[in-house]
């Protein structure tokens, strides 16, 4: 399954079960869209999130309003986004890509429903009380590529070789996800008998200088976390990746598209007729996992002939 047929069944459903209960109040419903992302790195799924919307009966200008709250990549904004939002007076809080912007949904109302599209464990993070019966006034869809970079960081020890030195980029600012993600690399590493360096970044003059810090290491590979600030600075990432000449997988086709040498992606998807439920804490959960080719874009002539020969050796699943 592509994507954006993820996102329109989705997000979609998703939004269609609060937005059906009150849409039959006087007032104009209102739809508050949070993202820790910004309105660039999101476009595409806005796009599809509306067009999704419209496919259920509800037109931006017509009968819904959609109120925008970017935090820019920048998490600790995303508390005060989400009170802004609850004083609104909002219908229904989608939370797109972003485990922070849920948790902060979460705490700023126990009333208003809230819908997520997220890449962790909900449960593990404190989302939702279980799959099957998440609880409260929150619901939505997980894609677990969190726990993907398990896969990325296998799947490049195996392109490069054993003895290569491999670091992986994450983001300290997203604690919930990052956390999961150290567990994940420790985890790796004793199952691969493998050393990983893991960089930290939560700025863009952080991630120029993580990237010294790989050139005076002298390693020869990356990794990039699939945490929502990476994608904000896809740009400055796939530039520097190029001029240091070190192959880098990414969690998104974005960076490919942006000019990136590889990404892995992960596919899930939620049932639409389980969100038609009343209540979020009926809505369960229906996942369908799918891993995906690599993309791979046309990289650096330097780049190109050792990698790209060795990822031809490499089974994909």
Known sequence: MRRREFIVLSMG???????????????FPVIGFLS??????????????????????????????????????????????AVDLVHREVAVIV?????????????????IPIVFFIGT??????????????????????????????KSIDLMHNLMGPSTKIAVLINPANAPQSAVERNIIQDVSRALDARFLVLNASSPSEIESAFATLVGERISALVVSGENFFLT???????????????????????????????????????????????????RYSKRQKLSWPSISKPPRRLASQFLYRCSDVPMR
């Open 233 to 283: 600075q896809r740009d400055l990432l796939v530039g520097l990746a190029a001029r240091h000449a070190v192959p880098t997988m990414y969690a998104y086709r974005e960076f490919v598209i942006a000019g990136g040498l590889i990404s892995y992606a992960k596919l899930a998807r939620i049932q639409r007729a389980s969100l038609r439920a009343k209540r979020p804490v009926n809505c």
């Open 95 to 111: 939370v797109g890509a972003s485990t922070p912007g849920a948790l902060a949904a979460k705490a700023a109302t126990q009333t």
């Open 36 to 81: 820790g992302a910004s309105f660039e790195a999101m476009h595409d799924y806005v796009s599809v999130f509306k067009q999704s919307l419209a496919e259920a009966g509800f037109v931006e200008g017509r009968n819904v309003a959609i109120e925008y709250r970017w935090a820019d990549g920048q998490n600790d904004r995303l508390p005060e986004l």
């Open 13 to 27: 459903a998703a939004v269609s079960w609060p937005l059906a209960a009150r849409a039959q109040q006087p007032a």
């Open 121 to 150: 464990d909900p449960v593990k993070v404190g989302l939702v009380a279980s799959l099957a019966h998440p609880g409260s006034n929150v619901t939505g869809v997980t894609a677990l590529n969190v726990e993907l970079i398990a």
